[in-house]
């Protein structure tokens, strides 16, 4: 099994390191580019969801990558925040519409909803977790 | 690692284009006047901070009758633009 974790600031300044992580976990774990790629879009747009939709959070977020049987399990945990499943609770997309309608905003979301294989979202005395669940086969 | 090169004709986009690198893209490509073709060639990675730059530089630029067109869109990053519907929106290929 491959597993890292690391404790990160909460502003956008921190994600170059929340990529390093994901470096340092794609060195070890048996996955191609097919995995690493949509795993890195999805920890990037959780981790920049929390930093910029929980502004009254305080204190580090917390990264953990793993495998476990034939997935790779990623989990963002935030220790201040309120209840918000940023991806049960966001608004769908549409993404037919056409160019002058479109809107950027909601598309990071809709991204990670379409590449991972299973989320799950708890929360509890304030702490707020997302895991993420992508296939390696 | 990010970088843009802006030539005459064609705008080279090497590296990875994340939210950490956006609002560098975004300067310049809201900056543009005119068409362009966006070379995505030597691009690794790209997220939905750097799909906000382009559609907002897309909405501008259409609106003057002008666009994008991106070529050399390959694997991983022409998967993110057919998910978020941006093979309708943009001229590839």
Known sequence: MTEVSASVKRNLGALPEVMRLAEAFFASAPAGASVRFPVELALEEIFTNIVRHNREGTGAIRIDLRTAGQDVVISITDFDAPRFDPVSDAPPVDIDKPLDERQSGGLGIHLVRKMMDRIEYSHSNRTGTITLHKRMD | ?93
């Open chain 2, 1 to 93: 690692m990010f970088d843009i090169v802006v030539g005459e004709h064609e705008i080279i986009l090497t590296g990875r284009l994340d939210a950490a690198e956006a609002e560098k893209a975004r300067g310049i490509f809201l900056s543009l006047e005119d068409a362009k073709v966006v070379d995505f060639g030597r691009l690794e990675y790209i997220s939905s901070a750097g799909l906000g730059v382009l559609l907002a530089a897309q909405k501008k630029l259409v609106d003057r009758g002008k666009g994008l067109r991106l070529i050399n869109v390959r694997g991983h990053i022409r998967d993110v633009f057919h998910l978020s519907g941006f093979d309708q929106i943009f001229d590839i290929g």
